[in-house]
Structures are given as structure tokens and as C-alpha cells.
């Protein structure tokens, strides 16, 4: 098997200001548009580390709430936070972004209300015994780390991990 990784310079020079062609060929484009596209990953927000849970959504909605379009995919023990009355005894840190004491549910709906979608890794549901009846009826699909990955790899969309 060859490899695909191209010959040469290990480490690529960056390119000048403003995106011109350099001796070495084309350099990275300057688009000044912003991406309008976000894909998160939640891996870390263990149900049992409250103060984890409800950041996730938090950005997730913040980005939505600036019309950019949000995926979250939930994989490890974070798949708990979609199985139904999980997310609604957790409450959240409180502080200067929870005042009100708002359980990471009420984070989850606020996302949900910006638009984001909500993905289940099918592996992590079932290696943490997660049925899908179990699940709450706003997820989107269950999809795993291929998807997340497809979006990693597309130059149209950005990605957080949580």
C-alpha cells in the first residue's frame, strides 16, 4: 500500500498576507467570510460532572443564534445527556451564565430553539446501555464517528470538541 501523504517539506510554509501566489505555488485562499458551519463534539460532558454538561449547548446555541448552522455529536458517556429526564435533574454551574439555576435541560431547549441538531453515536449508546426508545424525540439521528469526522474533513464547516 503507498502512502497518500504528499513527498517532500515535512512541515508547509504559511502563506504571505493577503492569499497571493508564492514560488511554491498557490497559498491559501483569503476569504475574509466567516464559516457558517459548526460541528461539536461532546465526548467530555459526563452526567456525572455537572459542571461539564451545560457549556456544550451554551455554544452551541450562541453559534446558532448567528445563523450559523450546529450539529452536536454525542459519543462516550455524553450520549446520557439525550436519554429522556438525564439532562433534566442536572443542574447547572451556577454563576454569572446561570443565575436562575437552570438545569442543563433548559440549556438543551435553548439550542434547540436556535435550530441545532443532535446527534447519537450508535457504538456509545450501546456501550452504555442507552436504548432508543429511551431517547429524547427532538434528536436528529443517531450518527458516529464517520459523520463526524466527514465534517471534520470538509473545508466548509469549523469544529469544537467538548
Known sequence: MTSKRPQGRATPSLPPAGGKETS?????????????KLAI??????????????TPFYFA?????MDVEVEMYFTARSVELLRIGVAEGIRAAS?????DG??????????LAFGVKLFACP???????????????????QAGAAAF??????????????
Not at 446555541?61 to 443564534?65: D, E, F, H, S, V
Not at 432508543?132 to 427532538?138: F, K, M
Not at 469526522?149 to 467538548?162: C, E, K, N, V
Request: aromatic share 6%.
Open 149 to 162: 469526522i466527514g465534517r471534520t474533513l470538509d473545508p466548509a464547516w469549523r469544529t469544537l470538541s467538548f
Open 24 to 36: 511554491d505555488g498557490p497559498a491559501f485562499p483569503s476569504d475574509p467570510r466567516p464559516a457558517d
Open 123 to 141: 457504538t456509545a449508546l450501546a456501550s452504555h446501555g442507552v436504548p432508543a426508545a429511551e431517547l429524547i424525540p427532538q434528536l436528529t439521528a
Open 61 to 65: 446555541a450562541a453559534a446558532a443564534a
Open 95 to 99: 454563576g454569572s451564565g446561570n443565575p
Open 41 to 54: 463534539l461532546v465526548w467530555a460532558a459526563d452526567p456525572s460532572r455537572s459542571e461539564l454538561c451545560a
Open 102 to 111: 437552570k438545569t442543563v435541560a433548559d440549556f438543551r431547549r435553548e439550542a
